[in-house]
């Protein structure tokens, strides 16, 4: 089998968000966790890679990145997707443009789309602006995020400081005319030598629009919700035969264990609620953990009861994490929070959790890593953009959820413990 569609996915739950839209049209995706040692052996239609470089210093980000094509490109990928937030979250210096235009340079294209719309977790583009909700992203609580907040809502005004080449866009009202105005509108961009094209799409229908005109494009990028028709899209056109069902859950032991390191407001409201249903929890306090390191967590995770899915987390609110931050730096503050969630995931494993919850991108970078995962299989979405995966881990089988911070309802963490 060849791979059909390859993609990069700069964060960890960005990469199950993904991998589970594409599965939800029951195309086999194959995810894996970093770029793999080996080159492809039996690649699957759909291969994501997911990397941990939302965050990183940009020349680092992109050659993982270029890495990362090199090997789907080698599993026979000859369109590339590159996925980041569908709340943009970038730092000033970028890095979803600079990727981009490295993604751009190796493919040989002049051009590509930037659509991170995900409506179903109400994030729309408008005019070139991005919402959450009904408010602007620099309103939402994005503003807040305590590695990449975002200051400003417009597409155009964050993307343009990331590039070299110029920025344009197609609006909603072209998009609403249908397939070929979005073609035509691309095309006269390309003539005047628009080489980064924002996308706007506010419901599902104008993704399904722009997917359609974009698929054969050499790279899109964008959230995931815009690679979600592409599937039923390549098989209508014959790239692609069978389907497939989510990988079954395995019958696994009850034991538990929940992880949460993102701050966004509605994991302190998932935090809340899981607590409020009597679930026995841990606050870690990054500077605490500075000074003393993970054992104080360690020795409480050894005390629970893991039938009970205890939640270890240093969700807080913003003003705690802004202390913290004054104290630490923002990264220091990062580290020793993600170093101690990864530390109690294998100490969980280890005393017999074969299911693990985690809520953040960067935190489950750090679980994933420490647990020794390379590859997942995607089950059931729990929530839209949040699948079960299941993976090897220490010599076990397990079942691991990794929540995108802003995605799940208020009950996300009994809901996934629900379904297995
Ligand atoms: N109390 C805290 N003070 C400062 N930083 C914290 C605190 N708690 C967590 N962090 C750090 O904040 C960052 C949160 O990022 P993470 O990507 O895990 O969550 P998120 O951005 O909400 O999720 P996603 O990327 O899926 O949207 C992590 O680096 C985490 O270690
Ligand atoms: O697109 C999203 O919002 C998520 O998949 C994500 O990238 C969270 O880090």
Known sequence: MTTVLGCI???????????????????????????????????????????????????????????????????????????????FDSTAEGNIGPVAEALMADLGTSQTIYCPAFPENGRAIFMGNLFVGRQPLAESPMKDHPLTPMRDSNLMRLLAPQVTRPVGLVDRLTVAQGVEAVRAELSRLSEAGVAHVVMDAVANEDLYVIAEACRDMPLMTGGSAVAMPLPALYIADGAL????????????????????????????????????????????DPVELARTGPQ??????????????????????????????????????????????????????????????????????????????????????????????????GGHRIALTLKSGNFGAETFFADALAQL
């Open 241 to 284: 035969g069978g389907r497939s069902e989510a990988a079954a859950a395995p019958d696994l032991p009850q034991a538990a264990v929940v992880l949460s390191g993102s701050c966004s407001a509605m994991t302190n409201a998932q935090v809340s609620a899981y607590m409020a249903s009597g679930a026995p929890a841990l606050q870690l």
């Open 296 to 393: 104080a967590a360690l020795d409480w995770l050894a005390g629970q009861d893991l039938e009970r899915a205890p939640l270890l987390y240093a969700t807080a609110d913003p003003a705690s994490v802004r202390a913290a931050q004054e104290t630490l730096g923002r990264d220091r503050a990062g580290e020793v929070v993600e170093q101690a969630l990864a530390a109690c995931a294998v100490a969980a494993r280890d005393a017999g959790a074969r299911r693990i919850v985690v809520a953040g991108g960067e935190t489950s970078g750090a679980v994933t890593q420490a647990l020794g995962v390379t590859r997942l299989d995607i089950g059931k979405e729990i929530a839209p953009g949040v699948p079960w995966t299941f993976c090897d881990s």
């Open 9 to 87: 996915a700069d964060d960890f739950t960005g990469a199950t968000d993904l991998a589970g839209l594409l599965a939800r049209s029951g195309v086999p995706v194959s995810l894996r966790i970093g770029i793999p040692s080996e080159p492809p052996s039996d690649p699957a239609p759909f291969e994501v890679i997911a990397l941990k470089c939302r965050t990183a210093p940009v020349a680092q980000a992109v050659a993982d990145c270029r890495a990362a094509l090199d090997w789907l490109q080698s599993a026979g990928a000859e369109r590339i997707f590159w996925k980041y937030c569908s709340t």
